[in-house]
């Protein structure tokens, strides 16, 4: 691959001005006043700790007053209900690894009168701790003010911005990605293979571009489409490729995103994606996976009381009923299970038209070769109608993964281009698996392989209604210990007692 085809375009700065037709989706936070009242309190919760970590020694009162009798205490400070001191230096037999101060608990009302005068005549300094007034203060009301006015800010002020629905921090916010009109770089150019399905999408295109026409003659368009079809079709790209040739904004959520472990979290979720789709209309809510939410109800269903299933789809059938004829939101869903989709999802007013995107046929096939093809740069031996003849049944991924593996087989092996064997190699590999040359075949197993493969090469290309025989291989790739390839003319839908009969004869001949 060359140097220009693989350079992306630069990602906007962080601080690049927004179109002013599209609204954030999730406001940034910004370090405000809130921030510095939780540092203070960090601070304040600090400093009352301090006194406590000091290497201070806990006596008894019994071993304080032996002390004083002993003289061993150069001085004492009495705080209300401690007893804070100093041992002297100069004891004889003293450890130099034990603390130079202790603390003692008391009571005031139990000590005796006179109890510091007894002090200091046995010659201790006796001192009245500082009265902390600001310090108390600040502990005792400023402390629990903070924590109060701190808790307020997180719990209700950053959710009634962020529309969090009402719940404790972001969990009812929507976790959906938007891509605004900008980032749109997806169109119908880039979705190859689905021709008419790209064909009925494109009166939503010229809804969301031209409501009015359509107002006109008192219509409305279908307010929800379902794509539906094997993985890896492109039901994604297709919705992606909606938004970019209407140019609007693009919200994209999956339906196990919804769903979390606090109740009701996911009809939150629900409610601030249509709400926030609502004030950037016209723009397309695409659904992916949205069997992970719309299964049928039943007794089946729930398992308690308050399913959260349940509830994120009671969520999204009201929603999608809440929408006026006005409104230019357009709701795509996709799935590849479509049969077990509850039947009020899919009734006339929600999800009433359904887009079967299938598996691409041969002229399909090289149509999204020719698409993948564009970032790569082939040999002049590559063939893409013979790559797209073998691969019959595989999907857009697939041929995507054929065009990524042959590209990294060339680079691995230094080459200017990729080549026609890269490219059947690769195909190789994404339907059996990597050819395992290292593997160590007994002779008499290689030549049994070889003998079976042999009898299916002989009858494919002697019997005319098979498949014209392609290669033969006796290296391991994947479970098999060898393989006999077939490259079909076309596409088979029906298939005759002729060709069926051929394929027994093809099985058995080996």
């Not at 609007?248 to 979390?260: A, H, L, N, Q, R």
């Not at 994404?430 to 197993?445: F, P, T």
């Amino acid at each position: 691959m060359t140097d220009k085809q693989n350079i992306k375009p630069p990602a906007p700065p962080r601080g690049s001005p927004k179109k002013p037709g599209l609204k954030p989706a999730i406001p940034q936070y910004k370090r405000g006043p809130y921030s510095y009242i939780v540092i203070i309190i960090l601070l304040l919760l600090l400093l009352t700790m301090y006194p406590k970590v000091l290497p201070d020694k806990t006596i008894s009162w019994s071993e304080f007053i032996r002390y004083v009798e002993k003289g061993q205490i150069e001085s004492v400070e009495f705080d209300e209900t401690q007893i804070s001191g100093k041992f002297k230096k100069d004891i004889p037999d003293r450890d130099k690894k034990a603390p130079d101060s202790f603390t003692v608990d008391y009571k005031p009302e139990l000590m005796e009168k006179d109890f510091q005068n007894k002090l200091v005549q046995n010659g201790i300094e006796v001192n009245n701790a500082k009265q902390h007034l600001w310090l108390n203060l600040a502990i005792q009301i400023l402390l629990p003010l903070l924590l109060v006015i701190a808790f307020f800010y997180f719990v209700f002020v950053r959710n009634l911005h962020s529309g969090a629905g009402g719940m404790l921090m972001s969990f009812g916010r929507s976790k959906h990605r938007l891509q605004g009109k900008d980032r749109a770089n997806v169109t119908f150019a880039d979705v190859a293979g689905v021709e008419e399905a790209k064909e009925e999408v494109a009166e939503i295109i010229e809804f969301l571009k031209n409501p009015k026409r359509f107002q006109r003659l008192g219509g409305h368009i279908p307010r929800g489409v379902l794509l539906v079809g094997p993985p890896g079709c492109g039901k994604t790209l297709l919705a992606k490729a909606i938004a970019g040739q209407a140019d609007v904004p693009f919200f994209s959520i999956s339906g196990s995103d919804f769903v979390e472990m606090f109740v009701g979290v996911g009809a939150s979720r629900v409610r601030d994606l249509f709400k926030q789709a609502k004030e950037n209309s016209p723009c397309i809510i695409f659904l992916d996976e949205v069997d992970a939410i719309g299964r049928k109800r039943g007794p089946g269903f729930v398992g308690g009381g308050h399913d959260e299933r349940e509830q994120t789809l009671n969520a999204i059938l009201v929603e999608m009923d809440g929408f006026d004829t006005n409104d230019q939101v357009i709701v795509i869903a996709a799935t590849n299970r479509a049969d077990i989709l509850d039947h009020a999802l899919t009734r006339p007013g929600r999800f009433d038209r359904q887009i079967f995107v299938p598996l691409p046929d041969l002229k399909g096939r090289v149509d999204i070769l020719k698409v993948h093809a564009k970032r790569v740069k082939l040999g002049p031996d590559a063939n893409l109608e013979r790559l797209a003849r073998g691969t019959p049944m595989f999907s857009g991924a697939d041929l995507a993964a054929i065009i990524n593996e042959a590209a990294l087989a060339a680079t691995m092996a230094n080459k200017d281009s990729v080549e026609m064997a890269d490219l059947e190699e690769a195909r190789d590999k994404v339907r059996w698996g990597r050819a395992k040359k290292s593997r160590v075949i007994d002779k008499k197993e290689k030549e049994i392989t070889a003998y079976h493969e042999a009898g299916h090469t002989l009858v494919q290309s002697m019997i005319k209604d098979a498949d014209p025989l392609h290669k033969v291989s006796i290296i391991p790739r994947g479970p098999m210990g060898g393989a006999t390839f077939a490259l079909p003319e076309k596409d088979r839908t029906i298939f005759t007692k002729k060709y069926c009969m051929a394929l027994l004869q093809v099985c058995f001949g080996g």
